[in-house]
């Protein structure tokens, strides 16, 4: 009540926000008469203007108001588009790294290119995420315009670009793309051996586009990159045949979070049936070395009573493709993990793809947190401020709407059973149809869209059924489910991002009615008739009612709920909102207390009968609570796992680019070396024991493993009060001496670079081991949660040692493969280079499994620099380009960098203007 009180007096915190950005706004809209006297030559001066006080010791607080004056004018010269005082607001949000939420229509594109631009002036890079590459590459072209005006260069980046573009694109002043693409970038840039071949530059400042899809839809799942492992599909089919046998009656089903588990009895009948099979290596199902089968078991079970198709999946020209539970999208490309999808696949009787190994992951918390400035602009972010502040430490601010919102929320009907509800939904829509009302239906999956579509085609209900598809053919519909007596079915987020405005949208008419028309005087009175059909249209929709926009059933998202109704309503604009629900929706089915109204329902509402009640829309609301707060703790959850791996991803990544940016790693080189000799000897010898408790023979033997030689230990120890501190300071002296005469009789320049070479390809393959040993460790964890031990704890301490052991390993891999390496010339024959496999990327929930993000990165294959290295994991070796004395080339002047003129696609350094070659054995 005091608190009540308070907000009455002073008013809400975001409310004293707003009044104090007002000031700001004054001494924008003050500079404007200033700025509308320049000429466009001066106007566009403005940019060089501003970048000089920058580097004159300017602040861009200092300059922001010149900044989006500047912007405004700009705008309404290229555009026609004025900014609305709420849209400086907005860009002030931005600029100060906070999250504007704005209704939808209000013009959040055109408001981001202040903070856009005022950023930008710095040239430290400004990146624009989108939720798809549709958006970035529209967003990209269209600002882009202004953009280009005011000076500035702007690149996007989409998946399956040339290296060469792509760091092109990061060197602009403003960087367009998707969370995907710029998480896999940052990934593939740490996986390279070069500075040169890296795209990105240090981080800036980020806008975030629809920011609660991508930092709470999507966060869910981190970003990773693998490589294929062996093929098991004949053990994922035979495990599919035991799955179909097991009676439901042994098994424990979760619908919520998909999981199912056998209980005792079908553990002890599927373990006899496993063995008849010959499936187990033991006769415990449960023996170390029944591991694999019994996890590809558990998925198999997942795959055939919790994965269901058409709802989490569909089949399509053979293949199994996901469909995205927020969206309703098929995701093309984008797999499980953990053998679930080879699981389905194994299910539907389609080709089955191999498993996959981790090389690199990062969630996208942690990978937008390291930017130093992070904002973000949506329609709906409210309702998660708490977990915007929490994770990423960043506020979110309401922005006023430019006119009143004037669009109508109904109380939702609520009938007894799916049937009634969908006979009610198409009756209402022919009604709204009959009077040219346009109505959006929101539905939550492929499967209810299709169903809806039935019962509209009884009705004789003309429409357009949207699912989701393609990005771009859903922009172009769903900007047109304002017409006049439109009806548009789509899932709840399909076409996001792309403004419905009543009458039609006249762009993207001009687009599709006059894409082949030509420029002239036909072509502007074809616009100008357009541009007259819309009005006029505009008005008769308004008459009727607006845009109503129809919910089939709420989601288990208060936000996706808010999202769909925004859609109606823009600009002041008529609309109308209704949910219709039923007590068989999921999410009161699976999530919704089983109370005694719901039971009155079910006995004593009529067929076809509807119902309005608060009780019920608190009982819905609830439910909604429960699953934002279970999916903020697997959020939650992800992050604290990640921050444990995170620690250690820094740590690598920053040793890479220093060994990168070096021009020798000797230094680093003979540190490993001595920290190898002294876990040598301090296992053998340990501190406080006597001599002959020591291990001699097993100092000898490992010593030789590494060094391929045996120290003379016998002689050492002869000597008197040998200590152990004395045979490493021996056998350090001695490796010493050995490295120095072996790198005088080599080329100094051509022995730092295999060190270099050798120092990075260790570290990439023990850290891809360290990722997939941790990837296995997360999976059995929670099961120290039955010994009393917090799981996040224990895999602390065993992620840190195992951190450890990864680090010893890789020194003593490091020394050994120097040491026994020799040089020698050649001159060998010109050879293709084999084909690596492609890298495949994937956003995978370790939760769920879920994966959702692209496979295939366009990553290519780098040639190698040298020949074999005995003993290596990981880092063969082949011989590139030509012999030396063949090059045909030689007397062009071509840069080593620069493409080969023979066609071979590889780097002139590589192919004819390559060196002579120098192998290690």
Known sequence: MFSSVIKSVFGSANE????????????????????????????????????????????????????????????????????????????????????????????????????????????????????????????????????????????????????????????????????????????RDNMKHSRSEMAQRPFNFAIVDEVDSILIDEARTPLIISGPTEDKSELYVLLDQVARDIPQEWLDIDEKTKRVQLTEDGLEEVEKLLIEKGLLASENLYDAQNTQVVHHLDQALVANFARKRDTDYIVKDGKVIIIDEFTGRMMDGRRWSNGLHQAVEAKEGVRIEPENQTLASITFQNYFRMYPKLSGMTGTAATEAAEFWDIYKVGVVEIPTNLPVARIDEEDEFYKNTADKFGAIARAIKEKQEIGQPVLVGTVSIEKSELLSEYLDKEGVRHAVLNARFHEQEAHIVAQAGRYGAVTIATNMAGRGTDIQLGGNVEYRIRDELADMPEGPERDAAIAAIRAEVAEEKERVKAAGGLFVLGTERHESRRIDNQLRGRSGRQGDPGLSRFYLCLEDDLLRIFGPDTLFSKMMRSNLADGEAIGSKWLSKAIETAQKKVEARNYDMRKQVVQYDDVMN?????????????????????????????????????????????????????????????????????????????????????????????????????????RMVEKDVLLRQLDHHWKEHLSTLDALRQVIWMRGMAQKQPINEYKQEAFALFETMLDTLREEVTRILFRAELRFEEPAPQALPDLPAFLTGHIDPLTGLDDSADGDGSESRPQLFGSLAGAPGAEFGPGGAAAGTDPYANLGLSRNATCPCGSGQKYKHCHGALPSRALV
């Not at 950005?21 to 060089?48: H, Y």
């Not at 120290?711 to 008197?720: G, Q, R, T, V």
């Not at 045979?727 to 100094?748: P, V």
Request: aromatic residues 8%; contains cysteine; proline residues 4%.
């Open 647 to 751: 620690d250690q991803r820094k740590v690598v990544y920053e040793q890479r680019a220093e060994i990168m940016d070096s021009e020798a790693v000797d230094d680093v080189v003979v540190d490993m070396r001595h920290d190898t000799i002294n876990a040598l000897v301090g296992a053998s010898c340990p501190p406080g024991s006597y001599p002959e408790q020591w291990d001699v023979d097993g100092l000898k033997a490992r010593a030789e493993e590494i060094f391929g030689f045996q120290p003379p230990f016998d002689a050492w120890l002869a000597e008197e009060e040998v200590e152990p501190e004395l045979l490493e300071e021996k056998l350090r002296a001695l490796t010493d001496q050995m490295m120095d005469a072996k790198m005088g009789a080599q080329d100094a320049g051509i022995w």
């Open 16 to 187: 004293r926000y707003i009044k104090a950005a007002r000031k700001i706004v004054a001494q924008i809209n003050d500079l404007e008469p200033q700025i509308q006297a320049l000429s466009d030559e001066e106007l566009q001066g403005q940019t060089n203007k501003l970048r000089g006080l920058i580097d004159g010791g300017a602040k861009l607080d200092d300059i922001l108001p010149e900044a989006f004056a500047t912007v405004r004018e700009a705008s309404v010269r290229v555009f026609g588009m004025r900014h609305f005082d709420v849209q400086l607001i907005g860009g002030l949000v931005l600029h100060r790294g906070e999250i504007a939420e704005m209704r939808t229509g209000e013009g959040k594109t055109l408001m981001a290119t202040l903070a856009v631009y005022l950023n930008a002036l710095e040239g430290k890079g400004v990146h624009v995420v989108t939720v798809n590459d549709y958006l970035a590459r529209r967003d990209a072209e269209e600002m882009g315009k202004l953009y280009n005006w005011l000076g500035l260069s702007v690149g996007v980046i989409v998946p399956g670009m040339p290296e060469e573009m792509k760091r092109g694109a990061y060197n602009a002043d403003i960087t367009y793309g998707t969370n995907n693409e710029f998480g896999f970038d940052y990934l």
